[in-house]
């Protein structure tokens, strides 16, 4: 995990299947025929999605890490932050009862560290996540709306942190500031500025597709402004893509926390992260493997329930692809 | 079976010059007449590669020191007992501890035959210390009569090429003048930065040539065989030079340093008998290497010591001593040393380190573990509730700092963060910067072995300014102590003014010791009778093949 893809990747080859989809509802014989109502895109995907294992397990996954990073003394009764609780003697000493991973090179529990770990790990994920579906969608959809100047303005704009790989800008913000601000905040600063140039890339091509539909068109001729048209119109019928960027992108986010972290610019001690924690762990792997095994197991799990979910999701929300 | 050796070690030369050839090198034939005997093979040691060429004057550092110490006898060496004997020097004597008359051995040469004289060592000693040649050994001759002239300081033009204080009295005679007495003067003389220059070092600029620093030439136990190229060669080659007139190794006589960038691949290396002696021995190799080498690892006290700096010019919360007593206390040196160096330090209970004359075993009594205690003294002074501790992330310091804090948090109570540093020198700036006001990491490796270089650089009001007194601690008792020890006119009763000083620190505590490094090092199955000396420097000597 110390090389993870930047979270804002130039993979994602179906999204432009995806924004080309307008946002009418495919209609479907079976249950939801019995409402009367045509369904909408997104109670269909939800149907869809109720029956694929990967987006349950996923589901399953991601509820208790947010159980876990809300009420961590529910998993373990030992406070890490009690330095009380760390004894050095003990120091790298193999599981026991009490101390169900063993414990770690300055003699804390492994366990109750990594179950701590989880919280700064989603905070930092969804918030980051936040920022950059906020800053993106919200510069997509005015240039992607407006055309023109502005568009090729913002566009040149975004190319720019385009063009500087993420993990490295990120490293030198976070270097920089380091210190000067909360170690948490300034992380999901530093991700946040530069993770959002796919967002806008997304969400500006879905409302190129979606502004010339025939709503569009009419809403306009019945005089609605530009506001009412991007945000009433437009900004619904393109944040599926989003969505599912938003979702896969989480995941390397909290990916790209713990390289931050394990390069020592990200969380920063006494807080506790699983990447600092590898990274504490990483000299003495040879002689004590555990301290590094089991953050590691919980970042590449927690990964990956998000990439799944935001797979699943896509899929759902992609017709095309089925 | 003397078939199956010879084939054996022209198969590993072949290799090794292949390995040398990939690396882009011209250096192939490393002893490649070795199939005929045992002594013609070289004893090998491992070394990282030298930061600077080789020339003695500019070498500050641990691994060009030790091809040097090679390639040169020094005026004085060290006994068991760690007090200077002469080596190339017949005698160093002094009546008032300021001028000192060193008179040399005849019978030294240099490898190019000429005899050496004194005029070599003022040669070197003037270099060194001529600001514009920048060397990087210059400060140990600072109290040598004369060197504010020649190295005046930065942005100043020296007034004179050679400083007054050297006198070249006759061939085999020098007299040192000193600019104030120091007692123990004798002791620095072992160092690198001591050694001579003979007169072809110096080119027609009137600086050391390039030819010099790639082969110097030396007037010690071995011979460089060939320019050493740094950067590309992986080996250093020498050989004993036969007109030595000191003590020769019994039974060999080819010395190869081999050039390691990795401290593990040195330690597979010895553990597959591809090298000879390591003293690098990586900290992750610490606790398996008693059980792999048995007798042949060594662990042996090192000069050097770590400490929690306190910043009491910086911060009014750590100006009460029983806050710092607190502090000091409340560390668990033992288990730190244990368990975080796995035995590669010691708990240090001295200002003044186990290696060094002076040193008194258990003397600073609040260096002893006493949590009850600390919590009590700490409350009662009220210390801070939030303290930070800086180190440098560079210098893996990080988990002792950790279980340093974790120590307080315990055991007094309070908050307290740790703080990464980018390098050492950015939390001297930040505390100079008043952006800073925590406690700091903070180390010190002597630059000759005197008890007096445990004090007054770090802790004396003259530091403050010019030496490496950090956290500005200052106290006129202490610094009159440390003036009555460097004019004592013998060693020993220099040393007990020392103590007394030291004791000062013991009770006012202006820095709280943690370790005492340790060095570790390990041979391999074709030598023995293999010893560090008190710089760490292996007495080539004594060495016997097995």
């Known amino acids: 995990m110390s090389n993870p893809t930047p979270p804002v990747g130039p993979g994602l080859p179906d999204t432009q299947t995806l924004v080309t989809e307008p946002t009418r509802a495919p209609e479907r014989e079976g249950k939801k025929a019995k409402t009367g109502k045509p369904a909408s895109l997104w109670t269909d995907a939800w149907y869809d999605l109720r029956r694929r294992p990967m987006f349950i397990l996923s589901v399953i996954i991601i509820f208790v890490l947010l159980v876990m990073s809300f009420w961590p003394s529910l998993f373990t009764s030992i406070d890490p932050f009690n330095a009380r609780s760390c004894d050095l003697s003990t120091a790298r000493q193999g599981p026991s009862p009490g101390h169900l991973f063993g414990r770690d090179n300055l003699g804390c529990d492994l366990y109750a560290r990594t179950i701590y770990g989880a919280r700064n790990s989603i905070i930092i994920g969804v918030f980051t996540t936040i920022v950059t579906t906020l800053i993106g969608s919200l510069l997509g959809i005015i240039a992607g709306y407006k055309g023109g100047a502005v568009d090729a303005v913002s566009s040149r704009f975004t190319e720019i942190f385009f063009a500087i790989p993420a993990i490295l800008g990120a490293l030198l913000i976070a270097a920089t500031f380091r210190g000067r601000a909360n170690s948490i905040l300034l992380v999901i600063v530093a991700l946040g500025v530069l993770g959002w140039p796919m967002t806008y890339r997304i969400m500006r091509a879905a409302v190129i597709t979606a502004k010339s539909q025939d709503f569009v068109v009419a809403a306009r001729a019945l005089g609605a402004g530009a506001g009412r048209i991007m945000f009433r119109h437009l900004l619904p019928n393109s944040l599926a893509p989003v969505i599912v960027v938003a979702t896969i992108n989480l995941g390397g986010f909290i990916a790209a926390e713990a390289a931050l972290s394990f390069l020592g610019v990200g969380v920063l001690s006494p807080d506790i992260s699983w990447g600092l924690m590898i990274a504490d762990a990483r000299n003495r792997f040879l002689e004590a493997p555990l301290p590094l095994v089991f953050p590691a197991a919980f970042l590449c799990v927690t990964v990956l329930a998000f990439i799944m979910m935001g797979d699943a999701v896509r899929d759902a929300l992609d017709p095309k692809l089925r | 079976m003397r078939v199956t050796k010879g084939a054996q070690i022209v198969a590993g030369t072949a290799l090794l010059a292949l390995a040398v050839a990939a690396c882009g090198g011209g250096a192939s034939d490393s002893g490649g007449t070795a199939a005929g005997g045992g002594d013609t093979t070289p004893v090998r040691m491992e070394i990282g590669e030298p930061q600077e060429l080789l020339v003695p004057q500019n070498t500050t550092e641990t691994e060009g020191s030790e091809v040097l110490a090679a390639l040169f006898s020094p005026l004085v060496g060290y006994d068991e007992n760690k007090q200077p004997v002469e080596e190339a020097a017949e005698s160093v004597t002094t009546e008032d501890s300021k001028v000192w008359t060193i008179k040399l051995k005849s019978g030294y040469t240099w490898h190019d035959g000429t005899a050496v004289t004194a005029a070599d060592y003022a040669r070197a000693w003037n270099y060194a210390a001529l600001q514009d040649n920048a060397m990087s050994a210059s400060y140990f001759f600072g109290r040598i009569d004369g060197y504010e002239d020649v190295h005046p300081g930065e942005g100043k033009k020296p007034s004179a090429k050679e400083m007054k204080g050297l006198k070249v009295v006759d061939d085999l005679t020098l007299e040192v003048t000193l600019a104030a007495p120091f007692s123990q003067f004798k002791t620095m003389l072992g160092y690198t930065a001591f050694y001579p220059l003979p007169e072809s070092a110096i080119g027609p600029d009137g600086k050391v040539t390039q030819a010099y620093g790639e082969q110097p030439i030396g007037q010690g136990l071995f011979k460089l065989d060939k320019p050493y190229k740094k950067g590309t060669d992986a080996t250093i080659e020498a050989s004993v030079y036969d007109k030595f007139p000191g003590k020769k190794p019994?039974?060999?006589?080819?010395?190869?340093?081999?050039?390691?960038?990795?401290?593990?691949?040195?330690?597979?290396?010895?553990?597959?008998?591809?090298?000879?002696?390591?003293?690098?021995?990586?900290?992750?190799?610490?606790?398996?290497?008693?059980?792999?080498?048995?007798?042949?690892?060594?662990?042996?006290?090192?000069?050097?010591?770590?400490?929690?700096?306190?910043?009491?010019?910086?911060?009014?919360?750590?100006?009460?001593?029983?806050?710092?007593?607190?502090?000091?206390?409340?560390?668990?040196?033992?288990?730190?040393?244990?368990?975080?160096f796995s035995g590669t330090r010691a708990p240090a209970d001295d200002f003044i380190n186990p290696a060094i004359p002076g040193y008194r075993q258990g003397a600073c009594d609040a260096c002893t573990y006493n949590p009850a205690e600390a919590k009590k003294l700490y409350d009662e002074a009220g210390g801070p509730k939030n303290i930070e501790v800086g180190y440098n992330a560079d210098g893996g310091h990080k988990e002792w700092i950790e279980a340093v804090a974790n120590n307080l948090r315990a055991n007094l109570g309070i908050e307290v963060t740790p703080k990464p540093f980018e390098k050492f020198q950015g939390i001297l700036d930040a505390l100079d910067g008043k952006e800073y006001k925590g406690l700091f990491r903070m180390g010190w490796a002597i630059d000759y072995p005197a008890a007096e270089n445990y004090l007054s650089p770090i802790f004396g009001t003259g530091a403050i300014e010019s030496g490496s007194n950090y956290g500005g601690y200052s106290n006129k008792e202490f610094d009159e102590l440390i003036k009555k020890g460097d004019q004592a006119t013998d060693a020993a009763e220099g040393l007990k003014f020392y103590q007394q000083a030291d004791d000062i620190l013991i009770k006012e505590l202006p820095y709280i010791p943690v370790y005492f490094y340790r060095s570790n090092f390990g041979h391999s199955t074709k030598v023995k009778n293999v010893k560090l000396n008190l710089l760490n420097q292996i007495d080539w000597a004594d060495v016997e093949k097995a």
């Open chain 2, 250 to 340: 019994s039974n060999w006589t080819k010395l190869q340093f081999k050039v390691y960038t990795s401290a593990e691949t040195a330690y597979n290396d010895l553990q597959a008998e591809n090298l000879d002696v390591d003293d690098s021995l990586p900290p992750s190799a610490i606790a398996s290497a008693k059980a792999a080498l048995g007798d042949r690892y060594f662990d042996e006290p090192d000069a050097s010591i770590g400490y929690i700096g306190v910043p009491l010019k910086y911060n009014p919360d750590f100006q009460d001593v029983q806050v710092r007593r607190a502090i000091s206390l409340a560390i668990d040196r033992k288990t730190i040393a244990e368990t975080v």
